[in-house]
């Protein structure tokens, strides 16, 4: 998404101001314009363009960047706080409880992903232990309820609808009832969406909203539709009280900016981001992470969810164990691999760590890094548990490595390469060593226990520079204490 390459261009423009020897109001003006104009290019409404810019200019003191501050930083952190007040309106959206009885309308236009979307949500509580059910109440397009029926069938969530019944008010009070007699605490009405804004479209929702009082009524909006998003949003929360926006196809190559325009339009925060077609490839949304990575300030809370996510609990302490002991072998390798796999795209993982997106997985390119991955797990599928377990490079001779080579059907410079990739990797975790060991399962201690040296030898150094050197990674590793919100360590994070 084009959004992902805007932390590039602004960072390029903040840079650029900092080179200058002075900073007058036409650098200042210079470097503001070029911002904008990375924003309009990502699809974020004219308007709030504009509005943002003003702001900025009348938080940034020019006597104070004369004064030798840190210019990129004070700019940065008011674009940090502006692109986070576009995207919080201030207040959260209905919360529902566990146990307690909620109805959840989603709305949105024809092929927006409101019924993937609907079922993405149903699943992602149903995990969490509630009782989530679905209602189809979409009647306008034939296939509706076959999809809806499909995807509920597959993550075995209950589900109401009709083929014969027409009138859509109908079925969702129905299925609503239904849900509520069997003590299903998530009840989520799927609507029907259409090609334009028609106006039946809306009255429609407007009924089945009267009739089922719900608790929060979603709104489901494509990443894709670029400046029309504010209008679009807007029409919806003056036909329905929309409280929650879901943004779906975040993992296309969509601008993404209407995301920030359509928060502004109804005033409700993104609740979470659709980032794939299938039911798990959906993520809670917070606003600083968010904003953070989209400045390229990396999102280091977002990553270590992650890991905690894939890597299995009972390997997390015996993963760090050997680390600690600066033991990387060829099967600890694998097996990261494996959890590399299972993460999703690589590139939407290690664009979670600042930096790094640029340095390991080149932009567009995080397909065939995941076709390298797996030829070398299909190489490595040839080795001997000997030559897994051992960390001793000189154990790889000749005979070996043609014998890898045979039993995968690879040339022999492919398993090469493989090797060289291991030695690579092997170098930046032996670095590791010594590292002190996180409770059992406790993957987010990680941070915690990393010290400052550690660190500065893991990271790649044009990075060091950019965390502001030693220095600035040991006041970075201080904060890294509380790992849910760290926007600040990037040094252009912080409190709104
Ligand atoms: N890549 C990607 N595709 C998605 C995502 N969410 C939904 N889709 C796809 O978008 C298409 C449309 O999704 P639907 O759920 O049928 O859309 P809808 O809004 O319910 O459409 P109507 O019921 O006609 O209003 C489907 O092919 C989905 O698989 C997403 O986050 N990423």
């Not at 109401?160 to 009840?187: H, Q, W």
């Not at 600690?324 to 099967?331: A, D, I, P, V």
């Not at 001779?397 to 990797?425: F, Q, T």
Request: charged share 25%; aromatic share 6%.
């Amino acid at each position: 998404m084009v959004l992902a390459q805007l932390g590039g261009t602004i960072s390029r423009a903040l840079q650029q101001m900092s080179n200058a020897t002075i900073i007058d109001e036409k650098v200042l003006n210079d470097c503001l314009n070029e911002i904008t104009r990375a924003l309009l290019q990502a699809d974020v409404q004219f308007k709030l363009v504009r509005d943002m810019q003003a702001n900025i200019k009348k938080i940034v003191n020019l006597d104070d960047l004369a004064a030798g501050h840190n210019k990129r930083k004070i700019i940065q952190q008011a674009i940090f706080n502006e692109l986070c007040k576009i995207l919080d309106p201030g207040k959260p959206s209905f919360t529902p409880k566990k146990g307690k009885p909620s109805v959840i309308m989603f709305v949105g236009l024809q092929g927006s992903g409101k019924t993937t979307t609907c079922t993405k949500y149903a699943f992602h509580h149903q995990k969490k232990g509630w009782k989530p059910a679905l209602v189809c109440a979409d009647t306008f397009r034939a296939g509706a309820f076959d999809q809806l029926k499909q995807n509920a069938t597959k993550a075995k969530i209950p589900f109401y609808g009709s083929y014969t019944e027409s009138d859509p008010v109908r079925i969702a009070v129905e299925g609503v009832e239904t849900f509520m007699k069997e003590n299903c605490d998530l009840i989520i009405v799927d609507t029907s969406g259409r090609h334009k804004q028609e106006s039946a479209l809306f009255e429609e929702m407007r009924q089945v909203s009267e009739a089922t009082k719900p608790d929060l009524v979603i709104f489901v909006m494509d990443s894709s539709i670029g400046q029309a998003a504010f209008d679009q949003a807007q029409a919806f929360k003056q036909s329905v009280s929309v409280g929650a926006v879901i943004i779906t196809k975040m993992d296309g190559h969509a601008k993404g900016g209407g995301a920030l325009s359509a928060v502004a339009a109804t005033k409700s925060p993104v609740i979470f981001i659709g980032t794939g077609e299938h039911m798990d490839e959906f993520e809670v949304f917070d606003v600083k992470p968010f904003v953070s990575r989209l400045l390229g300030m990396g999102d280091w809370s977002g990553f270590m969810d992650k890991i905690q996510e894939v890597v299995p609990m009972d390997q997390q302490p015996e993963l760090l164990q050997k680390l600690s002991e600066g033991n990387f072998t060829l099967r600890i390798m694998y097996e990261q691999f494996q959890n590399i796999l299972k993460m999703g795209p690589i590139g939407q993982v290690f664009s979670m760590l600042p930096g790094f997106s640029q340095e390991l997985m080149p932009k567009g390119r995080e397909k065939e890094s995941q076709t390298k991955i797996k030829r070398y797990m299909t190489m490595m599928d040839s080795m001997t548990n000997e030559e897994l377990d051992s960390s001793n490079p000189k154990l790889m001779n000749e005979s070996r490595i043609m014998r890898i080579a045979r039993g995968c059907g690879r040339p022999v410079r492919d398993v090469m390469e493989m090797l060289e990739e291991y030695k690579r990797l092997a170098k930046i975790w032996s670095k590791m060593k010594g590292l002190k060991i996180p409770k059992k399962g406790e993957m987010s201690a990680l941070s915690r226990n990393m010290n400052a040296q550690h660190m500065s030898k893991v990271l790649p150094p044009q990075m060091l520079k950019q965390i502001g050197g030693m220095g600035g990674l040991q006041s970075l590793m201080k904060q890294m204490g509380s790992a849910k919100d760290m926007m600040g360590m990037f040094g252009g994070g912080g409190e709104k």
